[in-house]
């Protein structure tokens, strides 16, 4: 994922998550914001509770990396919420999940 397709701002993460619906799927949380850029931003949070920061930055590589995997629509932005059931999860299993979590939200192209 390329650093321009990151949502860093706290105050953009607490507009998406506070002016969109959730959608939950198995271990994730998924907010959709639909806009009118020609990009799209994808933001990962983990929380404390999951682990030390080791367990947290490997879990955020790894959704960064199935993310990198597809071709996006242009017009989105998503925070990805990790739920505490993912600790369980094997890297193959968290990619499907994912992966089919954003296919029912129709963002690939």
Do not use: W
């Not at 949502?7 to 914001?33: L, T």
């Not at 505490?84 to 890297?91: E, Q």
């Amino acid at each position: 994922m390329k650093k321009k397709n990151i949502v860093k701002n706290n105050r953009d993460f607490q507009r998406i998550i506070h002016n969109n619906k959730p959608y939950k799927y198995k271990d994730y949380i998924i907010y959709i914001e639909r806009v009118e850029q020609l990009e799209y931003h994808f933001g990962i949070s983990v929380s404390k509770k999951l682990g030390n920061a080791v367990v947290r930055n490997k879990l955020k590589r790894q959704i960064r990396s199935i993310i990198q995997e597809k071709d996006y629509q242009k017009n989105f932005n998503c925070i990805i919420i990790l739920g505490k059931g993912i600790l369980t999860r094997n890297y193959g299993e968290m990619r499907s999940n994912l992966l089919e979590a954003l296919k029912n939200l129709n963002v690939y192209r």
